[in-house]
């Protein structure tokens, strides 16, 4: 049973930084495709960022130039640095794994930015 151990959240004033980690454990398989996604208070869940193993990175528009996504294959984690953040990037960020039919998600760590 593969598991995702999400950290990095909090709170942080605009302008701030933060980075998220995502392990994946629990897998003896590098993931086909890691990656983030995340939920606003009364908004459906949307794509953030996902990266496939030895492949080109993705963002959404909304964080392109503001975020980064990084992974560590060799520790089935990965990485989202945010810089510049904005009130609107408050939400809680759900870390997203798939190899395969296969898809985890990680129970989530909130992000809160204050303006």
């Known amino acids: 049973q593969v598991q995702l151990a999400e950290s990095g959240g909090g709170l942080v004033q605009a302008g701030g930084s933060l980075r998220l980690s995502c392990a994946a454990s629990?897998?003896?398989?590098?993931?086909?495709?890691m990656g983030w996604y995340r939920q606003a208070p009364g908004k459906q869940r949307e794509f953030v960022a996902h990266?496939?193993?030895?492949?080109?990175?993705s963002y959404a528009d909304s964080v392109k130039g503001r975020f980064t996504i990084s992974r560590d294959n060799a520790k089935n984690t990965v990485y989202l640095q945010m810089n510049s953040l904005k009130p609107e990037d408050t939400a809680v960020y759900y870390c997203?794994?798939?190899?395969?039919?296969?898809?985890?998600w990680g129970q989530g760590t909130q992000v809160t930015v204050s303006s």
């Open positions: 997203n794994v798939r190899h395969g039919p296969s898809e985890y």
């Open positions: 629990g897998s003896r398989f590098i993931a086909n495709v």
């Open positions: 990266m496939p193993a030895g492949g080109r990175w």
